[in-house]
Nanobody, 123 residues
Framework: QVPLVESGGGLVQAGGSLRLSCAASGRTFSTYHKGWFRQAPGKEREFVATISWNGIITTYAESVKGRFTISRDNAKNTVHLQMNGLKPEDTAVYYC????????????????WGQGTQVTVSS
């Protein structure tokens, strides 16, 4: 059973917006730090945004700062990524992930992953 399930991906024109959602499946992640990561074809998976378990700390990759916003709702066991001003270089599969312990934005430290949702931005 996949612990996290992403939704909200799709095809959008440059300058457009998408809102990604990630729901927990089968367990609660309310005390886990969560993050969004992405992987484009032929490239390594990279950090996009992370949020601490209580929502107080958020961290963004320089490439998305000012355009993307990460948020979470622990009561609903969800995390979201609002993406505005999308660019063709944002095209990738976006993954939601969760980790316990110390806060981190390093994808290799995240233990629980979803299957990903495709985001395609046309120019």
């Amino acid at each position: 059973q996949v612990p996290l399930v992403e939704s909200g991906g799709g095809l959008v024109q440059a300058g457009g917006s998408l809102r990604l959602s990630c729901a927990a499946s089968g367990r609660t992640f309310s005390t886990y730090h969560k993050g969004w990561f992405r992987q484009a074809p032929g490239k390594e998976r990279e950090f996009v945004a992370t949020i601490s378990w209580n929502g107080i700390i958020t961290t963004y990759a320089e490439s998305v700062k000012g355009r993307f916003t990460i948020s979470r709702d622990n009561a609903k066991n969800t995390v979201h990524l609002q993406m505005n001003g999308l660019k063709p270089e944002d095209t990738a599969v976006y993954y939601c992930a969760a980790k316990a312990g110390s806060y981190s934005s390093t994808y290799k430290e995240y233990n629980y992953w979803g299957q990903g949702t495709q985001v395609t931005v046309s120019s």
